[in-house]
């Protein structure tokens, strides 16, 4: 199994909602990653997780709250978003983070509108 | 500091032709490994090749090869044969510590029957 799930495929929100989108991978990766893409533009990194312990925050607002709650599983809470945070978010899983030969998998992402 | 530039915005081809991306990578570091993934319309970012900094033999992987020059900067990647299905935006992402990638702006490649 070389895959890494992503659920919702599509999420609309507004701007006072709560929400969650969800990361799951079966390859027994320990390093898990978010990153946004917006339309027409390259994935930005927002979040590394290596063994399940936050290692990167690059500069993300507060209204993005990531989650690692064991080694398969990834979330990223979103609270208060704004219209400009409508984006691709993709999830992504490495072997470690340690090695700089290691190709990262990615999910197919969370189509976020905020409204 | 390093800087990753796809000069190609976008790339228009027929069926069967040949095609080749560039990506030009400016770094101080010594040791660094260079990747390529492709962006399909559905989304997902596949991973297509890796090379690293002291290798600079050209590779030919099925319809794939790729060349890459330390002395220009240089990683091109090549695709033989051309099909609709690799029709997609083309990344070239340069890997550093903790395994972060920085992508490149991209290259939308057009693959026409």
């Known amino acids: 199994d070389t895959e890494v799930t992503q659920t919702p495929k599509h999420l609309v929100m507004g701007m006072t909602n709560k929400k969650s989108l969800k990361c799951e991978q079966h390859?027994?990766?320990?390093?898990m990653y978010w990153y946004k893409q917006k339309a027409k533009k390259p994935p930005e990194l927002m979040f590394v997780?290596?063994?399940?312990?936050?290692?990167i925050n690059e500069s993300v607002p507060s209204r993005f709250s990531p989650e690692c709650p064991n080694s398969s599983l990834l979330n990223l809470h979103l609270h208060a978003l704004q219209p400009e945070d409508s984006a691709l978010y993709l999830c992504?899983?490495?072997?470690?983070?340690?090695?700089?030969?290691?190709?990262?998998?990615f999910g197919q992402g969370t189509r976020l509108t905020v409204v | 500091a390093q800087k990753v530039t796809q000069a190609q915005t976008e790339i228009s081809v027929v069926e069967k032709e040949d095609v080749t991306l560039d990506c030009v990578y400016e770094?101080?570091?010594?040791?660094?490994?260079l990747f390529w993934y492709k962006q399909p319309p559905s989304g997902e970012l596949v991973f297509l090749i890796r090379?690293?900094?002291?290798?600079?033999q050209n590779e030919i992987s099925g319809r794939y090869s790729w060349n890459f020059q330390k002395s220009t900067s240089s990683f091109n990647f090549t695709i033989t044969a051309s099909q609709v299905v690799d029709s997609a935006v083309y990344f070239c992402a340069p890997q550093s510590n903790f395994n972060k990638f920085y992508f490149g702006s991209g290259t939308k490649l057009n693959v026409k029957p």
């Open positions: 992504a899983s490495s072997l470690t983070t340690g090695q700089l030969n290691t190709e990262a998998f």
């Open positions: 090379r690293n900094s002291f290798d600079e």
């Open positions: 997780y290596s063994y399940e312990k936050l290692s």
């Open positions: 390859m027994g990766h320990r390093a």
């Open positions: 770094t101080r570091d010594t040791t660094y490994y």
